[in-house]
């Protein structure tokens, strides 16, 4: 089969590669309809993310048709269309149990890569690196899906492809960030990054109840979607965020401030920003928090802060003292995909929301290096690729 | 889950002790289980009291201090002064950016030592690389038609006497107090103590998760005979005796004479606080074949047996709580660093064994 695999710093090819089998009983094979290049695949592509192989296939939102089940897949058959979670769970564990699916302690057969570098390791993860079990991900034609059972949706066929894809990753994890924050009425929540996973948690604070939400972002375009859903925006590089909050706020700042930027942030003036960089080049400094910084100095006292972009090593000039002197509280993890799953389907089909709105660009899985690059550099107004093998 | 814990207990295999009539009466509350707790971890394999290794523990910590301040010393002569230092050591003194490198690496290192406080244990076996590469370096440059010979035989005789004492303080570092290895490693199964403990001393099976073992036959009441796999693809033999088996709580063992590794260990099974099942401590010592020196080496490809037991631990988890041990493509043969094949379907050609076939 084809697939996308890693090759280098910013070397992603399509090539023909063997085509996956079943391995552990409650497998499934499944033969990929739709897939998407991720924000946080461009950590890979830009090799922030150690212990990449070359010929690592990538790709972790797909979803498609099952073709082969494995013997103790009881809950799914041949013919099925499903969206598959990112994480991979193994239901069984202390954690799965709990509904915290990405902190699965039996998916990830590098887990002592992962503990060495956190601690403890979460779950396993398509297409994510070694550290998170050397997956081969969804960026191609056909995907074995370790654990079906608890890892695939099954979605009706009055939904297309694009309107569920993102059940897959992004619209949980713009979910679970706006979650996480525990809206209540009449609360301003602020966003840093409109990305897709900005946009949907914008969505999402208003579903949850949110009177206003304001989407920070550079990007014209970006910008504009997230006024679309209702949100008032701020282009940090023609204001200064925190003081444009203050303002909008009345001096308090928002109840709620979620990063969904993550580690390889932009946008930092001055001293402090020159000073992440040079932090990175000497290898000192592996994550730029700058989003998160910010959002930490701008949220109210006794707020939450929200963080659900992704970080992955070590961060320098973090602000403690803001943190504790003024009772914040931060929520974050890796989207908990299959708790969500369910209850945003409904949304789907009550057409609360319809998740295909962030879909700038669509084309065939051969051209995925081109598909990487326009998305990398934000050209042509891009927002979300869409792959079809 | 429920069906597998139902075929745990069928696999009980009757060796001949006395299983318990009635469950052990336990004294309740947090109390006694923290009691329980703590005499666990006191009861292990080694004798107590400071004796003759701690007296070498405290000389090896010491030559450690004294190698650490020889390194920031030679550090930073080599990299204030590079060309004296290559003129010193015979060679050309035209490489002093190599040679500023290396002084800052003689500094790292001797940091490193200071920094690790107790035992410097890795700092120290840093420093063994470090000496490694001056021998390489001077090997190079003897080779150069430019080098003075004499002056080149002097340095390097330096370099090797410093290597043996870095060697020899690295290894008296890593090794404990009856110089040989320990590992201790614990896990948390969701299931009974029971379970496991009847689970665990199925020793025949215990090659489907522990895969460094290559197979474990049953030879007498308490006794069997271990194959191993062993680095650079040899195996090693021993017969084990059972010293102590106390049903759902403890199995000790020691390897009997004229084994290929000594070894000795217990796997503990004990309740996990709160009803959330049972921690597996598991407790070895044995003398690893090639000193320590092949044990370091074998870590960079996996066989390092600290790592192994951790990792067989994990897969006992697995094959308790799922079932069978869970494959992915990037380790579908080894989980080791160096061992890592590309995240991609295997081949149906492909050579080799799974990690997880010996499992089917």
């Known amino acids: 089969m084809r697939a996308n695999c890693w090759y280098g710093k910013q070397d992603v090819r399509v090539e023909q590669v063997p085509d996956p089998k079943i391995l552990n009983r409650r497998d499934a094979i499944v033969q990929i309809s739709s897939t998407a290049i991720c924000g946080s695949d461009l950590h890979l592509y830009n090799h922030f993310i150690p212990t990449m192989e070359k010929g690592d296939i990538l790709g972790h939102e797909f979803m498609g048709e099952i073709v082969e089940v494995g013997p103790d897949v009881k809950n799914r058959k041949v013919g099925d269309r499903v969206v598959v979670s990112f994480p991979i769970s193994c239901g069984n564990c202390f954690f799965c149990k709990q509904e915290l699916f990405s902190l699965c302690e039996n998916s990830n057969p590098n887990a002592w890569m992962a503990e060495k570098m956190f601690g403890h390791s979460p779950c396993g993860i398509f297409g994510y690196s070694h550290l998170t079990g050397g997956f081969a991900g969804g960026q191609a034609e056909y995907a074995r899906v370790p654990f079906a059972d608890v890892g695939t949706l099954k979605v009706p066929s009055t939904l297309s492809d694009e309107q569920v894809l993102f059940l897959s990753d992004i619209f949980p994890t713009g979910y679970m960030g706006a979650e996480m924050c525990d809206i209540k009425p009449g609360d301003t929540v602020a966003v840093w990054g409109c990305g897709p996973v900005g946009q949907f948690s914008i969505k999402s604070a208003f579903l949850l109840g949110a009177e206003r939400v304001i989407g920070i972002d550079r990007i014209p375009e970006r910008l504009r979607m997230a006024e679309a859903s209702g949100a008032e925006t701020i282009n940090y590089e023609e204001e ?45 400094e592996t994550d730029r928090p700058i989003a998160l910084r910010e959002a930490i100095m701008a949220c109210r006292n006794g707020g939450t802060v929200s963080v659900i972009g992704v970080y992955g090593g070590f ?74 093998p | 889950m429920a069906t597998s814990k139902r075929q745990l207990n069928k696999q009980t295999k009757d060796e001949g002790q006395t299983t318990p009539a009635a469950p052990r009466q336990q004294s309740g509350g947090v ?54 230092i290559a003129k010193i050591s015979g060679t050309e003194g035209k490489h002093t950016g190599l040679i500023r490198l290396y002084g800052l690496r003689e500094i ?58 870095d060697v020899l303080c690295a290894q008296q570092l890593s090794a404990n107090e009856t110089g040989g290895t320990e590992v201790k490693k614990s896990i948390i199964i969701n299931a009974t103590p029971e379970e496991i403990y009847n689970y665990w001393h199925d020793f025949e099976r215990l090659p489907t998760f522990m895969k460094h073992l290559e197979s474990v036959r049953t030879t007498g009441e308490r006794r069997s005979h271990w194959v191993a796999k062993a680095p650079a693809g040899t195996t090693v033999e021993w017969d084990a005796e059972i010293t102590e088996d106390r049903p759902n709580e403890l199995i000790a063992w020691r390897s009997v004479e004229g ?39 074998a870590k960079l490809f996996g066989e390092e047996p600290a790592q192994q037991i951790n990792d067989d631990l994990r897969r006992l988890k697995q094959v308790i709580e799922v079932g069978e041990i869970v494959l992915s493509d990037g380790t579908y043969f080894d989980n080791g660093l160096l061992t890592q094949r590309a995240a991609q379907p295997v081949a149906s050609g492909e050579a080799g064994q799974s990690q997880g076939a010996s499992a089917s």
């Open chain 1, 240 to 284: 200064n965020t925190y003081e444009a909050l203050m303002e909008m706020t009345g001096g308090r700042g928002p109840d709620s401030c979620i990063d969904d930027v993550g580690l390889e942030a932009h946008g930092g003036h001055g001293i402090v920003y020159a000073y992440d960089r040079a932090k990175q080049m000497l290898g000192a």
């Open chain 1, 315 to 388: 961060i320098d000039k973090f602000p403690m003292g803001s943190f504790m002197n003024r009772s914040l509280q931060m929520r974050t993890g890796q989207c908990h995909v299959q708790h969500y799953w369910h209850k945003l389907l409904e949304h789907i089909e009550n057409g609360d929301i319809d998740p295909s709105f962030v879909i700038t660009h669509r084309m065939p899985l051969d051209e995925a290096p081109q598909g990487f690059d326009t998305f990398l550099n934000k050209e042509d107004d891009c927002i979300k690729v869409v792959l079809k």
């Open chain 2, 31 to 84: 109390q006694a289980a923290r009691r329980r707790r703590s005499s666990g971890r006191t009861s292990n394999v080694r004798g107590n009291g400071p004796g003759r290794a701690d007296l070498q523990n405290s000389n090896a910590e010491r030559l450690a201090r004294g190698l650490a301040w020889f390194s920031l010393g030679l550090g930073l002569a080599e990299l204030l002064a590079p060309r004296a």
């Open chain 2, 108 to 165: 790292a290192s001797g940091i490193g030592i200071f920094a690790q406080g107790e035992r410097p244990t890795e700092a120290v076996w840093s420093r063994v690389v470090g000496d490694a590469l001056d021998i390489a370096t001077l090997a190079v440059a003897a080779a150069s038609p430019k080098t003075s010979k004499g002056r080149l035989a002097f340095a390097t005789a330096n370099v090797l006497a410093v290597t043996a004492l």
């Open chain 2, 259 to 297: 084994a290929d590794v000594d070894n000795a260990g217990t796997v503990r099974f004990e309740e996990a606080p709160g009803g959330r099942g049972t921690i597996v401590h598991v407790d070895l010592e044995y003398s690893a074949p090639g000193g320590v020196v092949g044990s370091m080496v």
